[in-house]
């Protein structure tokens, strides 16, 4: 078990717990409301039901001569109620296009595949109902990431990102081979969003500093604090990590801004982290000074 | 033309594949994931509930052995489901260790909840989401010891010799089509191919199933010569939302939510479909029992039953289940907290698959299955809810050491056409299997070939099936894929009979023939999901085929298979496992024994009641 906080800190922390409860149900309770008003918006100006939506579909593929010019196709949809926009996309490739390129597998935003730019933001298309959407609906690839085919970009970088941190969990010091490690409850709390990272890129494409800059990104260090607030991880290795992510590409760069908090499709409250981590590095710099 | 040569070739990158490649490089071989998707995007990651492991005081692994082979109704083989019981408390333990976020106790020890079908609650989880922190962790596991994985990379067909009989044949390698190029690639394997590249829930229109999970594994072992097995046993989950499949986990239940009809009776008990364990009772049960209620009338709109767990409260539901709210809201617009969630059946899980024994071993040399795509067969004719991880990470870990070794190991369980006790003498409406030759491994002159020569005349032959299909100037195959899943979903689904399945057997062999003029009309290398996704139909083709032609011959109800007129258990008949071989595009039908022999027990077959 770590010992970087003391007692009483360890109490303010499950203090915070139960006020963050709280937070993550507020938060739940306005995106309902948002989407209820948005719903309500979308029939007015439209009766969707029985109509056809258009889509608006961005298009590239260096290979092919006609797309070598990036380009915007419509697609013509029959609407039935919860289709989303991935149900769309299929629509589109199975009766229109096959060409139509675009990343996706289990279609309930937990594979992290379809992170999209729909209507001007990161979205997952699994998760977005044609309904709470203005229409027609643009569906572009991830902006800041070099696109590959249509909506397929480069996820390298990412996944880059992420290796950079370490991102697995190192204690040597374990009970035999039938015990477990003992976590709090209140500990495992602690880390429950951050291991909620489904990988799918929308926050580093938000970021306006991951865009022009050499920054590990929201993600990996998510994916560092995981590991930094996990008590089961010993203090030498949380010192290298905490290091690691002070380096120039680390959470310095951050300018809170929200941009990654506000289109992460799992709620993780990204910013966050990357503050709660900046000061976990201050204290650890006082500590050693 | 390039050719990558590892010790270890690992076929798929979800639990199973994660787990055999550690415990392969753990055995100091070189090893190497060939994956479709990048690991993390695995359906593993969908998987809710939990992982079955006696852990605690009052509970064995005998008891959890014994729930295994009672929810199988007497079709697992006792070595394997003793296995399975035995290794999976070191095995899940080896996750915590690996820093794996267990839900836990107020003493810090990971928390277990009830099932359906266990004797104890021995179902260990993270929230409702452990399927996603089990991928990740054994993902931050590979990358840990630098395993390198060649993702986006979709495999093929495997590299077999190709003597006449499987039992000689030996497993090379397999190829691999670069997705984000266009190239083919050779992958060599010193030692052995593991094949885990889940389940076929592409073959249903409605299913928990990823779009990915088109059962690619199982085709290409099953055309190299390994039989499949008892495929006509498909889990249909109680709790999907009615508009997509998305799974609503069985842990709800486990927690104290109740099913309702539209009459607001809690029909699992009003209607005696089980009245000791009510909810709670096997998948298959309650999968019927909601059917039945609808078709009787007492259904809600979409064919659906309620689910409601409003009265476990806010905080138990947000501790144990929040997933579940998001769920329900994003996929059905129904906020859980608020109204019951509508549910109804879909297709969840493939309880057959490659035959193998308790190693993961087929009875081709060098070939391996681990995971949903194989059969052992721990879960007989239906599973358990929160046997699956556990299948994954035991048998991933036995397949992966196994493949490790390059060396055949004994084993209880006997595989291939050796095994054979009885032949069917089932009399299908049409002719099965060949048309296109494609793909076919035989041809007698690669008896002698080294491993290199195999997998190149392999790939040759695999360049000219991606040159033709893309030269081809044809249908698209999107509509014969919805041709198959209509059929399937219609005629081979939770209720079963004669004239359905032999409907289905007529309508696959349509598919089989209008494949012939399937085209890819993308003309990119570039990330051509056309071509992959046009390979991946013909691998459903195969699979439908094996499926139903068990289902007809199979006159009997036994956990997930149940007929019309065959409305209960025969063991003097069909006490064996189902074998489908594909003989050289042939198919042939024929049984093997079950193992009913455990390590200190006969398991008697009982009338399994809940």
């Known amino acids: ?289 | 033309m390039t050719l990558h040569e590892h010790d270890v070739i690992v076929v798929g990158a979800g639990g199973a594949g994660l787990r055999a490649a550690i415990a392969a490089h753990e055995e100091g071989a070189d090893v190497a994931m060939v994956t479709k998707l990048h690991p993390v995007r695995s359906h593993t990651g969908a998987a809710e509930g939990g992982i079955n492991a006696a852990l605690r005081e009052g509970d064995s692994w005998e008891d959890h052995a014994y729930d295994t082979m009672k929810g199988s109704d007497y079709l697992g083989d006792a070595p394997a489901v003793e296995t399975l019981c035995q290794d999976s408390p070191e095995e899940t333990i080896q996750l915590e260790h690996w820093g794996m976020a267990f839900s836990r106790e107020e003493d810090g020890r990971v928390s277990q909840r009830p099932f359906g079908g266990l004797s104890f609650p021995r179902t260990t989880y993270a929230g409702a989401e452990t399927g996603h922190h089990l991928l990740h962790t054994m993902y931050e596991q590979v990358v840990k010891r630098g395993i390198q994985v060649y993702d986006e990379q979709y495999v093929m067909e495997l590299a077999v010799t190709d003597h006449g009989d499987p039992e000689d044949r030996v497993c090379h390698g397999c190829i691999g089509y670069d997705i984000k190029t266009g190239n083919l690639n050779g992958f060599v394997a010193n030692t052995g191919v593991v094949i885990a590249t889940g389940g076929p829930g592409q073959l249903y229109a409605h299913t928990t199933n990823a779009v990915a999970q088109t059962g690619d594994g199982q085709a290409m072992a099953y055309r190299a010569g390994a039989p499949l097995q008892d495929m006509e046993f498909v889990q249909f989950h109680p709790t999907t939302l009615p508009s997509t499949g998305v799974l609503i986990s069985e842990g709800v239940r486990g927690e104290g939510g109740i099913l309702y009809n539209s009459e607001g009776e809690r029909f699992m008990f009003e209607h005696g479909y089980a009245n000791n364990d009510g909810e709670l009772a096997s998948r298959d049960v309650v999968a019927r029992a909601e059917v039945t209620e609808v078709n009787e009338g007492r259904g809600y709109e979409n064919d659906a039953v309620h689910l409601d767990m409003r009265h476990l409260g806010e905080e138990r539901i947000t501790d144990r289940l929040e997933n579940i709210i998001h769920l329900a809201t994003d996929f059905e617009g129904v906020d859980p907290l608020e109204e019951p969630m509508p549910v109804k059946p879909g297709q969840h899980y493939a309880m057959g698959g490659i035959e193998t024994d308790e190693n993961g071993a087929t009875c081709i040399e060098g070939l391996y299955a681990a995971g949903e795509c194989a059969c052992v067969s721990v879960h007989g004719s239906n599973r358990l809810g929160g046997n699956a991880l556990p299948e994954l990470i035991v048998f991933g870990a036995r397949a992966g050491r196994h493949a490790a070794s390059g060396e055949p190991a004994s084993s209880q369980i006997e595989t291939g056409p050796s095994a054979r006790t009885e032949t069917s003498n089932v009399d299908a409406p049409v002719e099965l299997g060949r048309v296109g030759a494609d793909a076919v491994t035989d041809g007698g002159t690669l008896l002698d070939a080294t491993p290199n020569e195999v997998v190149d005349h392999t790939l040759e032959q695999e360049r000219e099936r991606v040159e033709t299909l893309m030269e081809t100037d044809g249908i698209n195959h999107a509509d014969v894929r919805s041709d198959l899943q209509e059929t399937m979903t219609e005629n081979v689904n939770v209720f079963r009979n004669e004239a359905g399945l032999k409907q289905a057997l007529e309508d696959i062999r349509a598919c089989r023939e209008r494949y012939q003029d399937v085209g890819v009309s993308d003309p990119s290398r570039t990330f051509n999901t056309d071509l992959m996704q046009t390979i991946e139909t013909r691998n459903l083709i195969d699979q439908a085929e094996v499926l139903t032609l068990g289902a007809l011959a199979r006159t009997e109800f036994r956990g997930a298979h149940w007929r019309e007129s065959h409305q209960e258990r025969k063991d003097e008949e069909w006490l064996k496992h189902t074998m489908v071989a594909w003989n050289g595009g042939d198919p042939e039908l024929y049984y093997t024994d079950v193992i009913l022999e455990g390590e200190e027990k006969e398991y008697e077959p009982k009338v399994r009641s809940y």
């Open chain 1, 1 to 289: 078990m770590s010992t970087h906080v003391s007692e009483s800190e360890s109490e303010a922390d499950a203090a915070t717990d139960q006020q963050d409860r709280p937070a993550a149900q507020q938060r739940r309770v306005e995106k309902k409301r948002e989407r209820h008003e948005q719903r309500e918006r979308a029939s007015d100006s439209s009766e969707t039901e029985g109509q056809t939506i258009l889509l608006k579909v961005f298009r590239y593929d260096p290979e092919v001569e006609d797309k070598r010019e990036p380009r915007f196709d419509d697609f013509h949809v029959p609407f039935k109620k919860g289709m989303t926009v991935l149900d769309a996309l299929i629509y589109s490739r199975d009766h229109y296009d096959s060409s139509l390129t675009f990343r996706h597998s289990c279609r309930q935003a937990i594979c992290g595949s379809d992170a999209l730019f729909i209507n001007g933001s990161q979205r997952l298309g699994c998760q977005t109902q044609i309904d709470d959407l203005d229409q027609p609906v643009r569906v572009e690839p991830l902006p800041h990431q070099e696109v590959v085919k249509d909506l397929v970009v480069d996820m390298e970088d990412f996944y880059e990102g992420m290796d950079a941190v370490e991102p697995y969990f190192q204690e040597e010091n374990l009970p035999s081979d039938l015990e477990e490690q003992r976590q709090d409850r209140a500990n495992r709390e602690k880390i429950k969003m951050s291991t909620r990272c489904i990988w799918c890129g929308a926050c580093m494409s938000s970021c306006n500093i991951a865009a022009g800059d050499n920054y590990l990104g929201p993600a990996a260090i998510n994916k560092a604090y995981r590991f930094v607030m996990d008590e089961r991880e010993g203090e030498a290795i949380e010192q290298q990590r905490l290091e690691t992510i002070e380096e120039e590409q680390g959470v310095w760069r951050c300018q809170t801004q929200f941009s990654c908090t506000n289109v992460c499709p799992k709620d993780i409250p990204l910013t966050e982290h990357i503050q709660e981590l900046k000061r976990e590095a201050v204290k650890n710099n006082l500590k050693f000074w």
